[in-house]
């Protein structure tokens, strides 16, 4: 099959101009997913995990080297073009829950689809079923601020899964909650992975997700230094 | 999208209500300005118009070219068939023919002997009751003492004059001057009333007749020094008044020096000068204004964007491109433009409107003056004025946030996971 791989990275390299040096934030990076995997990459920080996930999420691109996302070439999409990718096939996480203010529950998660002009009856068909997914359906009026840090986080996430996405890439996404809320969300994320199929890439260093993870991709100096599949141990008893 | 837009714009008061107020407040001084600047200029124009020399004035050549200086001598004849001619010709116009005079007032003691003679400053008119001039002239407010004319052979004098001079209504007085063709006329008159124009040059000597009584005195018939023309709607057009002129002197072309000549406001106040600068200043102060609006504007636009820094970034990662990002900036500020620049005019004609009805009594301020304006300051709202702060609120609201927006475009999709996390 053509997209046996749903991303695939080949060699790739990022560098920061640093003064008269440069700084190498990944080095020869070369990763492939398959669709529907639940990983995690992981590594102290600067180590390169937000710069991978990044150029994948098509927010960035490499210096050299190539990614190829949905069969698509990054590197080589127009800013019209990557805009358009991400608003399709890959929905973000991101350490602090970023859910715009003056919106409630609902037209938070329906934003994604209102940019995809899905017509109104199956946007709100859908946003709710988002919100049964991270158990927030009766919060749909709040605003953000009436909001606990898990509840945002989960709204988050819900807005990141109601386009239903090939891909979702979770920044840190439990950096700011306690462990209660980051065991719930991870409960709720392994769930739309084995439902949905979704395929989940996480950048982290807490102990927490790393158990949850079924493939745990070590980074250091931007360097995958381990690439190993396992058993995900859950919740810490 | 543009229903989605709108929720944010009508929630987000700290970002609507800045750019709302500066668009209503910079867009209803704008057209407050614009109507009082035209109302105080009507008022200057038309004080100098109702008093002097109408909006249009007809003349001979000689007496246009004497000016102040001139007599009966230089009147028009035949006036009631040119009148008739104009009311034709010029149907938004009404006319009124007026007989300027010099002459000496005697004023007679109990025996009948001079007991003092002064120079007056004559101005004879249509007094009757409900004709234009009691209008023009203000008759019933410039009264102080006594009643207007009713009868033939009476006049009124300035209050001044009958105080120094010991006059009561009621009293005789001798008018002495000279007929059209130079002879020495002698009329006798009762004084009806005293009169104050409020104007220190009018009321040092002015004396006011009705013009039937003048035209017998002066053996001129059909005669009058001029004809005054005043627009029906009260306000001086500058561009039509020209035209008129122009229009009505290409039809009487005798190069004879008793052939009528009509003039403009402009050119028979020699106010035409003034007329212009007004007209500039008025332009400038207005484009300084919406200047002046449209960076605060840009500004409030900055200001939003910056605020708006990290939803924007979220939108970005979203998936929303830069453009449509940008477009829905522009729709947001066509909104709140819309909306304060509809407030503000609303609010400018308010104001507008109340000056126009009601005007500011400033007399207290011009007891001294003698510069001829009213007494009250109105406003005068014209067709522009609904337009003048309006579509400048909008383009300015536009423009402030079309180049504050552009920061879109700049935006690092690569930077916005780091700006989130801090
Ligand atoms: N825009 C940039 N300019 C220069 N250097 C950068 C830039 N972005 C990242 N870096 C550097 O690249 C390296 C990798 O950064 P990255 O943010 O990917 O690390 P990380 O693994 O996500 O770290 P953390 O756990 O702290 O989030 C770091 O040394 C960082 O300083
Ligand atoms: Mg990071």
């Known amino acids: 099959m053509a997209d046996e791989y749903i991303i695939e990275t080949f060699d790739l390299i990022k560098r920061y101009p640093m003064g008269r040096q440069e700084l190498v934030a990944l080095k020869k990076v070369n990763l492939k997913f398959r669709r529907g995997e639940f990983s995690g990459v992981i590594g102290p920080s600067g180590s390169g995990k937000t710069t991978l996930l990044n150029i994948i999420g098509s927010l960035d691109t490499p210096s050299s080297g190539s990614v190829v996302v949905l069969g698509e070439k990054v590197e080589t999409l127009t800013p019209y073009r990557s805009a358009q990718l991400r608003r399709r096939h890959i929905g973000f996480i991101f350490q602090t829950f970023n859910l715009l203010p003056v919106y409630t529950v609902f037209e938070n998660v329906e934003f994604p689809l209102l940019i995809l002009k899905v017509p109104p009856a199956e946007r709100r068909q859908r946003v709710m079923a988002a919100l049964e997914w991270v158990g927030l359906a009766d919060r749909e009026k709040s605003r953000p601020n009436q909001l606990s840090g898990g509840e945002s986080q989960r709204v988050a996430i819900a807005r990141a899964i109601v386009k239903q996405p090939a891909i979702v890439l979770a920044d840190e996404p439990t950096a700011n909650l306690d462990a209660e809320n980051s065991y719930h969300i991870l409960d709720t994320m392994v769930k739309i992975n084995q439902e949905l199929g979704t395929t989940f890439i996480f950048s982290t260093h807490d102990e927490k997700v790393i158990r949850y993870l079924r493939r745990k991709i070590k980074l250091l100096d931007g360097a995958v230094v381990a690439d190993k599949h396992a058993q995900p141990s859950g919740r810490e008893t | ?422």
């Open chain 2, 1 to 422: 999208m543009i229903k989605f837009i709108f929720r944010g714009v009508l929630r987000d008061r700290t970002r609507t209500l800045f750019p709302f107020l500066t668009v209503a407040i910079g867009v209803g001084l704008a057209v407050f300005l614009d109507a009082y600047l035209r109302g105080t200029t009507d008022s200057m124009f038309n004080t100098t118009a109702r008093l002097v020399c109408g909006h249009l004035m007809v003349t001979t050549s000689a007496g246009a070219h004497a000016g102040e200086y001139a007599t009966p001598e230089l009147a028009l004849l035949d006036v009631t068939p040119r009148q008739q001619e104009l009311e034709n010709s010029y149907p938004e116009v009404v006319w009124t023919p007026r007989i300027r005079f010099g002459g000496i007032i005697d004023i007679p003691d109990s025996t009948g002997m001079t007991r003092a003679q002064v120079p007056v400053s004559g101005m004879a008119v249509d007094l009757s009751p409900g004709g234009i001039e009691h209008k023009l002239l203000r008759l019933d407010r410039i009264l102080v003492r006594g009643k207007t004319p009713r009868n033939t052979k009476q006049i009124l004098l300035s209050e001044q004059l009958s105080q120094r001079l010991g006059l009561n209504p009621g009293d005789r007085l001798t008018l002495i001057t000279m007929t059209a063709d130079g002879g020495m006329a002698i009329a006798d008159f009762t004084l009806a009333g005293t009169i104050r124009f409020g104007i220190t040059a009018l009321d040092r000597s002015v004396l006011l007749d009705s013009i039937a009584d003048l035209r017998q005195t002066l053996g001129l018939p059909d005669g009058a020094t001029e004809i005054l023309g005043f627009f029906k709607n009260g306000v001086y057009n500058d561009r039509r008044a020209i035209n008129i002129s122009r229009h009505y002197n290409a039809r009487h072309t005798h190069p004879d020096e008793f052939s009528p000549l009509l003039r403009p406001l402009r050119e028979a106040s020699g106010m035409g000068q003034l007329i212009d600068i007004v007209a500039n200043a008025t332009g400038l102060i207005l484009t300084i204004f919406i200047i002046a609006m449209a960076v605060v504007l840009w500004n409030a636009g900055l200001i939003n964007s910056l605020r708006r820094y990290n939803e924007i970034g979220i939108r970005l990662a979203l998936g929303e491109s830069s453009r449509d990002i940008y477009l829905s900036l522009l729709a947001e500020a066509f909104f709140i433009g819309l909306l304060g620049s509809t407030a503000g005019t609303l609010l400018g004609l308010g104001a507008g409107f109340y000056m126009q009805r009601v005007g500011l009594n400033i007399s207290g301020m011009m007891r001294n003056a003698t510069v001829l304006i009213d007494d009250v300051l109105r406003a005068r709202i014209a067709p522009v004025t609904f337009f003048i702060g309006f579509i400048p609120g909008l383009f300015a609201t536009l423009l402030g946030n079309a180049i504050s927006g552009l920061a879109v475009f700049r935006r690092q999709t690569a930077q916005l996971t780091k700006e989130f996390s801090e």
